[in-house]
C-alpha cells in the first residue's frame, strides 16, 4: 500500500463534497435564523449543534430532530 496520497489526486473527490457541506451549513443556518420555533431545544442550541457538527451530521440533525413543519 502506497502511505503517500498526494492532495491534488484526492480534489477531484474532495471537492463537491466540500461545496455540498457548505451548501447545507448555509442553508440550515438560514434556516434556524429565519424560524421561530423548533420541536426540541431553541435556536441557541441548534446553532451549536449544527456548527460543532459541521461536517454534515449537525445539519442533518437539526432537519431530522429539531425542525417543526410549518
Known amino acids: 500500500m502506497n502511505a503517500n ?21 448555509g442553508y440550515t443556518l438560514w434556516h434556524i435564523l429565519t424560524h421561530e420555533n423548533y420541536k426540541y431545544g ?10 460543532i457538527g459541521m461536517n454534515f451530521v449537525g445539519p442533518i440533525l437539526y432537519f431530522v430532530l429539531g425542525r417543526k413543519e410549518e
Open 5 to 25: 496520497i498526494n492532495i491534488s489526486e484526492m480534489l477531484p473527490f474532495l471537492l463537491p463534497l466540500i461545496i455540498v457541506q457548505f451548501i447545507l451549513l
Open 42 to 51: 431553541n435556536r441557541t442550541v441548534w446553532i451549536v449543534v449544527t456548527l
